[in-house]
Every structure is written in structure tokens, then in C-alpha cells.
């Protein structure tokens, strides 16, 4: 897989973990940029041109109403979760299952995901 990732710091470390682990290019805001602000998470993934993988509602307004363009945003909206849970979802869903995740606002929740072309 050729796609770089970005996880937001409410991303398990955990899931964060497996999925480097598994070979993807995958970086943790945390690492180096723990409690910037959203803006400052967008603008680090559209310069690296990263896809954002976050529980925070808020990058949507970043999307469709500030006009910010980034690569992709996955959003996850899942409660009640092992803290490797959304990294083996996300590997499921992209790797096993095809979901096309560039240029789209992947909403992902318990038993749907939606996606919206950014």
C-alpha cells in the first residue's frame, strides 16, 4: 500500500502500533506534535499528503466548511472498542475489503461506512 496515513491523538496507540506493525506508512500525531490543534493536524497531513484517521467530528467542518483539501479523512465513529479494534477495522476495511479512502471523508461507524468526495 502506497497511502500515508496520519493518526490524530485520540487514535489508539494500540491501533497505531498494528498497523505500522502490518507495513503501512502511518505516523501518530503524538509523536513530536502531541496537543497541537486541528488546524495545525490538517496542515501537516495535506503537506506530507496524509490521510487523517480521527474520532473528532470537528476535521468534517475543516473539510466542508473552511475549505481546507487534504488527501483524505477517515472518521470513526465507533463506541465500546478494544483499543486495537480500529486498527484491525481500518486494516479489514482498506486492505481486505478495497475501500477507496483518497480524495473522500470516510465516515465509518458500527455498521456502515458513508463517504463524501472532498
Known sequence: MNTKF?????????????????????????????????????????????????????????????????LGVIFLRIRDFSPSYPGELLKNLIEEESLLVENRFTVVGENQVRQRVI
Do not use: C, Q
Not at 33 to 41: F, K, P, S, T, Y
Not at 55 to 66: I, Q, T
Open 6 to 70: 496520519l493518526a490524530n491523538e485520540n487514535f489508539p496507540l494500540t491501533s497505531y502500533r498494528i498497523l505500522k506493525n502490518w507495513g503501512w506508512d502511518i505516523i501518530h500525531i503524538s509523536e513530536g506534535n502531541a496537543g497541537i490543534m486541528d488546524d495545525e493536524v490538517m496542515n501537516n497531513a495535506i503537506l506530507d499528503n496524509r490521510i487523517i484517521i480521527t474520532f473528532d467530528s470537528d476535521y468534517g467542518e475543516l473539510v466542508f466548511k473552511n475549505g481546507y483539501k487534504p
